[in-house]
């Protein structure tokens, strides 16, 4: 396979097009991305819900 490189249009900076996630990466991914995407669970449940007991479904 070839070593290819993507050129930044805006810096010019080049870095390899296949870059490989380290254990560091994916834990500041985590951190990062953990609590927004558990707000989103908690707010869409209390969405469902809310319209459940508009419905008269839910108690």
Do not use: T
């Not at 558990?38 to 209390?46: D, E, P, Q, R, Y």
């Amino acid at each position: 396979m070839a070593n290819r490189h993507v050129k930044c249009p805006e810096c010019g900076h080049e870095f390899p097009a296949e870059a490989k996630w380290g254990p560091r990466d994916w834990g500041l991914y985590v951190l990062a991305v953990g609590p927004i995407g558990l707000m989103a669970l908690v707010i869409a449940g209390l969405g469902v819900a809310a319209l459940l007991r508009f419905l008269g479904i839910g108690g």
